[in-house]
T-cell receptor
Framework: NAGVTQTPKFQVLKTGQSMTLQCAQD?????MSWYRQDPGMGLRLIHY???????DQGEVPNGYNVSRSTTEDFPLRLLSAAPSQTSVYFC??????????????FGQGTRLTVV | SQELEQSPQSLIVQEGKNLTINCTSS?????LYWYKQKYGEGLIFLMM?????EEKSHEKITAKLDEKKQQSSLHITASQPSHAGIYLC????????????FGKGTLLTVNP
């Protein structure tokens, strides 16, 4: 079982470039989410999805788009990268909606630098 | 929105010493999660506490949930260098089943 897989692990972008961070899980989890982690700020929720075709905004959604066409994949798109988006990005998944207390499984993270 | 405050922000201990990390919520806790993160890596699930007064242990790590105080504590006994890392507490935001919010983390250094 691979769990939650994020690609790439490292990326350097120039300001204004676009890219997609990939996230895939093979556990048939309904709930998936994206976080960014910055020094002194902890983990902040960007977007989340409770199932295929359903997405919603988290705490810091500006500058990011998501879609959920399949249960397995939840890509995060940066349309026009800005230096403020330099961060470590984590994708997480949880077993099912409707169940309150289930642990979240995290990917290994993508370290993004925007210059 | 629910906020989780962790204390201390960082902690340096000598190997073999005991330590405690606290996580205090601004709102009612509907379950509390503890994760550990090593530098440059993802989050590893440690424990989940669901009910007030609940206490769980795994190896030398014990976590407790005080629902009335809206607080959880993580206690490490006889710390080892392998315990070093960032400890994060997480909880469901405002009772939402979907949104997990996290504290800012506690950086633990264990000196041999």
């Amino acid at each position: 079982n691979a769990g939650v897989t994020q690609t790439p692990k490292f990326q350097v972008l120039k300001t204004g470039q676009s890219m997609t961070l990939q996230c895939a899980q093979d556990m048939n989890h309904e709930y998936m989410s994206w976080y960014r982690q910055d020094p002194g700020m902890g983990l902040r929720l960007i977007h989340y999805s409770v199932g295929a075709g359903i997405t919603d905004q988290g705490e810091v959604p500006n500058g990011y788009n998501v879609s959920r066409s399949t249960t397995e994949d939840f890509p995060l798109r940066l349309l026009s990268a800005a230096p403020s988006q330099t961060s470590v990005y984590f994708c997480a998944s949880r077993p099912q909606r409707g169940v309150m207390n289930t642990e979240a499984f995290f990917g290994q993270g993508t370290r993004l630098t925007v210059v | 929105s629910q906020e989780l405050e962790q204390s201390p922000q960082s902690l340096i201990v000598q190997e073999g010493k005991n330590l405690t990390i606290n996580c205090t919520s601004s709102k009612t806790l509907y379950g509390l999660y503890w994760y550990k993160q090593k530098y440059g890596e993802g989050l590893i699930f440690l424990m989940m506490l669901q009910k007030g007064g609940e206490e769980k242990s795994h190896e030398k790590i014990t976590a407790k949930l005080d629902e009335k105080k809206q607080q959880s504590s993580l206690h490490i006994t006889a710390s080892q260098p392998s315990h070093a890392g960032i400890y994060l507490c997480g909880a469901h935001a405002g009772g939402s089943n979907y949104k997990l919010t996290f504290g800012k983390g506690t950086l633990l250094t264990v000196n041999p």
